[in-house]
């Protein structure tokens, strides 16, 4: 088992920046894909960034390229989301996620995290 734990998240205006954390405990994260998916008000979960087991691969939505990083420190167990040039559309609950898997960063996930808020004022 893994536990997945989501930080970072706030309040911010339009352009600012916030990075998100998600601190990894039960095992270790260092052979697992990693991701980062959202849930907008009214909206379904989408997916945001995925990296591979050393970040060889990365995935991110077209709405994330040139303005979130995903990065993660295995010897740390953690993976961190960088976001830049916030919109108010990026406001979300803002999900870490992991899958059993070296290399494939797509959909499934095998764990999910409790989410951090993330509002973007305009």
């Known amino acids: 088992q893994v536990l997945l734990v989501e930080s970072g998240g706030g309040l911010v205006q339009a352009g600012a920046s916030l990075r998100l954390a998600c601190a990894a405990s039960?095992?270790?994260?260092?052979?697992?894909?990693m991701g980062w998916f959202r849930r907008a008000p009214g909206k379904e979960r989408e997916r945001v960034a995925g990296i591979s087991w050393n970040g060889g691969s990365t995935y991110y939505a077209n709405f994330a390229k040139g303005r979130f990083t995903i990065s993660r420190d295995n010897a740390k167990n953690t993976v961190s989301l960088q976001m830049n040039s916030l919109k108010p559309e990026d406001t979300a609950v803002y999900y870490c996620?992991?899958?059993?898997?070296?290399?494939?960063?797509?959909?499934?996930?095998?764990?999910w995290g409790q989410g951090t808020q993330v509002t973007v004022s305009s």
């Open positions: 039960g095992r270790s994260i260092g052979s697992y894909t």
């Open positions: 996620a992991a899958k059993r898997s070296f290399f494939d960063i797509t959909p499934p996930y095998d764990y």
